[in-house]
């Protein structure tokens, strides 16, 4: 019985690890396996998409650096103010999963931007590790929403920020994620 109950606990120790290791973007990984760690973003180049009741979302690029190693990763970095809870949050979209978006954004959302229904809705979304988008189309409506996965051990395990005013901005976006391959 005890050998079936360790058995077991070993088991779910080795699954909760696992999952852990498939929700955190290769920044995340990068970063919490230095010892010391500089990130440098680039300020001039920024996406910012704001609702209406003052939550943002900020995509940028950045370097990261191990101080000890000298090794070095480029990767997006989005930083995401929500009001409800009133909370600030940062998550990461690896090297390796930036060429996806790029092809995403190109291929399924740019040119769709214009795009009306009648009757119908439409929807793209993108998954990365940390973060999803989703471009949303319903008749005339048109709809970016960007949720922050479940990464960490927060209560709360997604949180949201959506707009309809900042659609526009999409190709901004783009310009960002060109930056960074």
Same mark, same amino acid.
């Given at each position: 019985?005890?050998?079936?109950? !360790?058995? %077991?606990?070993?088991?779910?120790?080795?699954? !909760?690890y696992?999952?852990?290791?498939?929700? /955190?973007? !290769?920044?995340?990984?990068?970063?919490?396996k230095a010892?010391?760690?500089?990130?440098?973003? #680039?300020w001039?180049?920024?996406?910012?998409?704001k609702?209406?009741?003052?939550?943002? +979302?900020?995509?940028?690029?950045?370097?990261v650096?191990?101080?000890?190693?000298?090794?070095? +990763?480029?990767?997006?970095?989005l930083d995401?103010?929500?009001?409800n809870?009133?909370?600030?949050k940062?998550?990461?979209?690896?090297? #390796?999963?930036?060429e996806?978006?790029?092809?995403? +954004?190109?291929?399924?959302v +740019?040119?769709?931007?214009?795009?009306?229904?009648?009757?119908?809705?439409?929807?793209f %979304?993108?998954?990365?590790? /940390?973060?999803t988008?989703?471009y949303? =189309?319903? /008749?005339?409506?048109?709809k970016i929403?960007?949720?922050?996965? !479940?990464y960490?051990? #927060?209560? =709360?395990?997604?949180?949201?920020?959506?707009?309809?005013?900042?659609v #526009?901005?999409?190709?901004k976006?783009?310009?960002?994620?060109?930056? %960074?391959?």
């Amino acid at each position: 019985m005890k050998k079936s109950f !360790s058995l %077991i606990l070993i088991l779910f120790s080795l699954l !909760s690890y696992s999952q852990k290791e498939n929700i /955190e973007s !290769s920044t995340r990984k990068f970063i919490e396996k230095a010892q010391f760690t500089r990130i440098n973003k #680039d300020w001039t180049t920024i996406a910012e998409f704001k609702s209406g009741i003052g939550e943002y +979302v900020n995509f940028y690029p950045i370097e990261v650096i191990d101080l000890k190693s000298g090794e070095k +990763v480029n990767a997006l970095q989005l930083d995401m103010y929500i009001k409800n809870p009133d909370i600030f949050k940062t998550a990461w979209v690896g090297i #390796d999963e930036i060429e996806e978006f790029i092809t995403f +954004v190109e291929k399924n959302v +740019v040119p769709n931007l214009e795009l009306k229904f009648k009757d119908k809705s439409s929807e793209f %979304i993108f998954k990365a590790k /940390e973060m999803t988008f989703s471009y949303f =189309i319903y /008749e005339k409506t048109r709809k970016i929403t960007i949720k922050l996965n !479940s990464y960490d051990n #927060d209560k =709360i395990l997604n949180y949201t920020f959506w707009t309809e005013t900042q659609v #526009d901005k999409i190709p901004k976006l783009l310009t960002v994620l060109n930056k %960074i391959k």
